[in-house]
């Protein structure tokens, strides 16, 4: 069981995991400084909420959930900042790739990526918690509250929306 009463015993939790969960919100919001922002804020919601984690699932699980609330959050609030006060010259907005998209150089990275994009958020995340992160779809099934069979039918739907994209040349 594990103890979470000290501040030490935080620390370790949060070097354990805290590559992990910034590469799920890299992944999930295409830009490193909003998953710097969204990696902090999913450690300060832990360190808030400890006395709620009951061990029903690892660490590791209960931080992604908490990692995808506070993104979802985030999409929400950047939504009603969008619809409350639109900015001049909005459809004009340059596309400033990530430092990820840099890093993907070759064609094939690029093509997968770009199928990966065209997703909507669930979907993307179905696969960027099964095929980047590694999580398994018990896991998954934690993560996201829902059954196991659920998690593995949606993330096959999403799967095959990337062959889709793939294959009939959209991108």
């Not at 400890?50 to 992604?64: C, M, Q, R």
């Not at 999409?75 to 004009?92: T, V």
């Not at 993560?143 to 993330?155: A, N, Q, S």
Request: proline share 3%; aromatic share 10%.
């Amino acid at each position: 069981m594990l103890i979470f009463g000290r501040k030490s015993q935080y620390e370790s939790i949060i070097c354990e995991n805290y590559k992990q969960i910034y590469r799920l919100l890299v992944y999930l919001a295409n830009d490193s400084s909003i998953a710097e922002d969204l990696t902090q804020e999913t450690f300060l919601r832990a360190w808030a909420s400890l006395k709620d984690f009951k061990e029903k699932s690892s660490v590791s699980t209960w931080l992604n959930r908490i990692a995808y609330n506070a993104f979802i959050d985030s999409i929400r609030k950047q939504k009603k900042f969008e619809n409350a006060s639109p900015g001049p010259g909005d459809s004009n907005s340059q596309v400033i790739p990530s430092p990820l998209q840099t890093l993907l150089g070759n064609e094939t990275s690029k093509s997968l990526y770009a199928a990966i994009n065209k997703l909507g958020q669930e979907e993307k995340y179905m696969i960027v918690l099964h095929y980047i992160q590694g999580f398994s779809f018990s896991e998954m099934s934690g993560i996201l509250v829902e059954p196991v069979g659920t998690v593995k039918w949606r993330t096959n739907q999403a799967l095959q929306k990337i062959r889709g994209h793939l294959g009939n040349g959209e991108l």
